[in-house]
């Protein structure tokens, strides 16, 4: 999952605190540009999507349907072919996941997971498909405080920033594929940061804790900023790669439910 916010360290904390307050709408349409730095490489390599619709009911209860994609531009394709494509469904009230569908091809490798989320039962009803595992169809048990690619982001804009200390730690689980990760982010408070076809954006910073592994190095840490505005929308991020390291970068936005107040100016 290249262009995902990545495995978190597996660490108890306190859950993170969530405001009441919607800061989001369907309709919401943000763009982000990734880039791709090593020595003195730092080339813009894809694009990332987010978008927020009206999701209707489903199992009873009034969702938003999240999609996210990704893909590399069509040179770089050439030397490593990325499409990612994942779809959630949650409440709009307590954004407590409902479904969700994961798509992603990165070069020979393709993973597919089907995941609903049966609250009665406390379960995940999973089907996960991968090139290096083949297919399965599983029951993962349910533990609160979760999301999923499609949802993680809208929980992190619902923060209640007011209710967290610097340097605490709060955590989150995480499910993808057969496995709920335990995960945690600390939150930094306010920084500045430079964003190309923007200015300058005053953001509410966090840091997360990776996994060593195949892609992501675990001696440095992923970088989040939101801005610091009613919406809290992501502005920048920053992940440790084995190779070099990758950041993306906020490059448009449309139909936000506030006026993004955080941009101080060129």
């Given amino acids: 999952m290249l262009f995902s916010l990545p495995l978190l360290a597996q660490e108890k904390a306190s859950c993170i605190p969530f405001s009441q307050d919607a800061v989001f709408i369907p309709g919401e349409d943000i763009t982000y540009g990734v880039s791709y730095k090593w020595g003195a490489v730092n080339t813009e390599v894809a694009q990332a999507r987010l978008q927020l619709e009206d999701g209707g009911m489903y199992d009873g209860k009034p969702v938003y349907h999240s999609t996210v994609t990704a893909r590399t531009a069509s040179f770089f394709d050439v030397f490593f072919k990325i499409r990612e494509h994942f779809e959630g469904w949650f409440h709009q009230h307590t954004l407590v996941p409902q479904k969700c569908i ?7 490798y393709a993973s597919y997971n089907l995941f609903h989320y049966d609250w009665d ?4 009803h999973a089907r996960v498909e991968s090139t290096s595992q083949g297919s399965k169809n599983i029951d993962i048990p349910l533990v609160d405080c979760v999301c ?8 992190l804009r619902r923060m209640d920033v007011s209710r967290m200390k610097e340097g605490e730690k709060y955590g989150l689980n995480f499910a993808i594929d057969d496995t709920i990760f335990h995960i945690h982010l600390t939150y930094g408070g306010l920084e500045t940061v430079k964003v190309k076809g923007i200015g300058k954006v005053r953001c509410r910073f966090l840091r997360c804790s990776v996994v060593t592994g195949a892609v992501f190095a675990g001696d440095e840490d992923v970088k989040v900023w939101l801005s610091d505005d009613a919406n809290q929308v992501p502005v920048a991020f920053w992940a440790p790669l084995r190779v070099g390291a990758m950041r993306g970068s906020l490059k448009s936005y449309n139909h936000l439910k506030y006026d993004l107040t955080a941009v101080l100016g060129r």
């Fill in 102 to 108: 994961r798509d992603t091809h990165e070069g020979t």
């Fill in 121 to 124: 039962e406390r379960q995940i």
């Fill in 148 to 155: 999923d690619i499609p949802s993680l982001v809208y929980f």
